[in-house]
């Protein structure tokens, strides 16, 4: 059974910094891009990154960059989403996705192509 589970989430304040992990069983990880959706109460989901097979590419939202960094863990079979200075406007539940189109290049950035998705993890940023 191919599942992608998310962990990692909790509360944080804000300037502060959380790891989401997204563990894969039932299908090799790093031979399909994968990608970190989110999306807060009343607001549209958004792309924040996504990684293509094989470590080839990487992109971020341009509200992420420079503070996100999506990474794989080949051995753990998981894609990690380190999150530093975190902002009020970064909570929300966060999805990790993957391909179903296995060694692209590249990374889709919408989420109807990606196939699989996780129950989601949830991110509060606060005071």
């Known amino acids: 059974q191919l599942r992608l589970v998310e962990s990692g989430g909790g509360l944080v304040q804000p300037g502060g910094s959380l790891k989401l992990s997204c563990a894969a069983s039932?299908?090799?990880?790093?031979?399909?891009?994968v990608g970190w959706f989110r999306q807060a109460p009343g607001k549209e989901r958004e792309g924040v990154s996504c990684?293509?097979?094989?470590?080839?590419?990487?992109n971020y939202a341009d509200s992420v960059k420079g503070r996100f960094t999506i990474s794989r863990d080949n051995a753990k079979n998981t894609v990690y989403l380190q999150m530093n200075s975190l902002e009020i406007g970064d909570a929300a539940v966060y999805y990790c996705?993957?391909?179903?189109?296995?060694?692209?290049?590249?990374?889709?950035?919408?989420?109807?192509?990606?196939?699989?998705w996780g129950q989601g993890t949830q991110v509060t940023v606060s005071s």
């Open positions: 990684i293509s097979s094989r470590r080839g590419r990487m």
């Open positions: 039932g299908f090799t990880l790093d031979d399909y891009a």
């Open positions: 996705v993957a391909d179903s189109r296995p060694f692209s290049t590249t990374c889709p950035w919408t989420a109807r192509e990606y196939m699989f």
